[in-house]
């Protein structure tokens, strides 16, 4: 599923559903799709790759965050282990 962000004055944040089209929504917070190596074939190809190096499922998720926005979503746990790739930009 695809997404943005949503961060609450307390400094949470949640998800939901795009409330546009991306090249409008983009703009103004992080959107992500989870899974996109379902629909990407390069992400696959790299899913593909990482299951065959570490032996472990693998998944691909995107986040795209507009370059004036200091922090894509606030400091936070996930509930499985993790490796971060920046492909462009600095956050």
Known sequence: ???CTVGGSDGSWHSR???GRFRDVVTKRTIYANNAG???PGLAEL???ALKTFQWPCAANVYASPAALEVSVPCHTDRQD???FQATGQK
Do not use: D, N, S, T
Request: with cysteine.
């Open 47 to 49: 899913c593909l790759a």
């Open 1 to 3: 599923p695809a997404g």
């Open 17 to 19: 559903p795009l409330p």
């Open 82 to 84: 993790v490796l971060v």
């Open 38 to 40: 379902l629909y990407l």
